[in-house]
């Protein structure tokens, strides 16, 4: 059974930094691609960041890039996003989630359908 535990989250101010960390157990950590969401109170969960597989390739939607990287130690089991320059707007509950199928052909993906596996979220929350 998956499970993905998140970590890191916590109150920053505003030009801060976090990193957020995803512990996952189960098998064949290393064949899936993997993502990272957010949801702000009142609004839909969206999508910020992906890693395929092998690490080899990264999507972020445009509200954070430049800002955040995401990153994949597979021989930990454990995704990571480094969150700089964080904005009062980057406040939510962060997801971490792991696609529904190995080795995924185009890398990445940023549709929260795609992935099967979810944590239980951490709090975000930046201070202007």
């Known amino acids: 059974q998956v499970q993905l535990v998140e970590s890191g989250g916590g109150v920053v101010q505003a030009g801060g930094s976090l990193r957020l960390s995803c512990a996952a157990s189960?098998?064949?950590?290393?064949?899936?691609?993997m993502g990272w969401f957010r949801q702000a109170p009142g609004k839909e969960r969206e999508f910020v960041a992906a890693?395929?597989?092998?690490?080899?390739?990264?999507d972020y939607a445009d509200s954070v890039k430049g800002r955040f990287t995401i990153s994949r130690d597979n021989a930990k089991n454990t995704v990571y996003l480094q969150m700089n320059s964080l904005k009062p707007e980057d406040t939510a509950v962060y997801f971490c989630a792991k696609d529904r199928i190995s080795t995924r052909v185009t890398g990445t993906t940023s549709n929260e359908k795609d992935y099967a596996y979810w944590g239980q979220g951490t709090q975000v929350t930046v201070s202007s």
């Open positions: 189960g098998r064949a950590f290393n064949w899936f691609a």
């Open positions: 890693i395929s597989w092998s690490g080899g390739s990264t």
